[in-house]
DNA sequence: GTCTATAAAGTGATAGAC
DNA sequence: GTCTATCACTTTATAGAC
């Protein structure tokens, strides 16, 4: 129910279910201990059949996290050309990670973070270029607050720090507990505009 | 070269040996890429003389997890001690942190990040009751900080922000780099008690 | 596009000699 | 404590019928 759905929508065609599919179960077991047959089992057809839609294992995984940084770079687009202030655009990127990450694409995003290293090499550099562009959209921003002097950390220094903070989120954050997801991003944005306020 | 070194010291006995070729081997390909004979090949053995030092694959991973933690937790029991202050305390605990998880400890250190959940439940279980010692003497110097009004956040939830800033350090941090281990301290420290200095 | 059947290779672990 | 040899099993991927 969650996985690659938010992307796919209500996505019925083989391929959408594979992928929503292996989501899942990458993110539960992990790449290598996730079979093509448990793949095949939870669509319903058989080992054989998944071939048919991709030409290896690897491939699946591969096409996981490339729907995932499409679709979430474009979240990130567009929280920065809703809001005009720096600290908005901040606040914004900040939540729409959180969303990302915890959220309606938790699945492959954890993927994404988790089974990085199960890529061979030429696709773990076609992935990092993309991922060049997701970044970028954080950099252009922390860089510009960095220079109205809102923090004087390094802003590639802060971007990993933010990435530590919001990547370790699905490790401990409950849905379903207390603390929104607006909370956690108004907390997250304290560490980095917390110098400002001084 | 680095890997569980520190902790066996320079430990020629055989097990010492094979527990930092297996630190260094799961760190670089994961626990399921690594194969016993890669284990054996690197300190130069057979496979099946594996067996007579570990009773299942698993158990190495354990072993691994088991000593990073006993030795890590010792070092922020000396860095709690040796400060009187909490602001002091809190930063010795940051600075040892990252000495573990980007210095001398690691390799095993990421590999418990990383592969915990190759153990079966009841190792993780058991591993989970030492993390939870180490974890506490982290909750007693954020808990002190907090009721003196050094931060606002709740003390759990700023444990899990560091452990996402310090966690994430191995995947960018260079150790040869114009940043120091201190340098990075102090930067993540100050996302705590920035709060403060309001 | 899915099925059945199977090839081809690799895996953790064991047994017994030395 | 290490070796050799091998068992029993699982894995990805393919081939061809339907």
Redesign the interface.
Known sequence: MAGLMAIHGIDDSPRGRLLSAAAHLFRD??F??TTVRDIAASVGIQSGSIFHHFKTKEDILYAVMEEVIHFNTERLRQAVVAHSTGQEQLRALIRAELQSIVGDTAEAMTVMV?EW??LSEDKQARALKLRGIYEQLWLDVLTRLHKEGVFT?DPF?MR??L???????P??FDREGP?SLDD?AD??L??VI??A??
């Open positions: 077991k992990g290598d201990r988790t290293r199960c950390t220094i990993r720090l990435t530590g903070m919001t990547g370790w989120a490790n401990w603390l956690l907390i997250i304290a560490r917390g110098e306020e001084r």
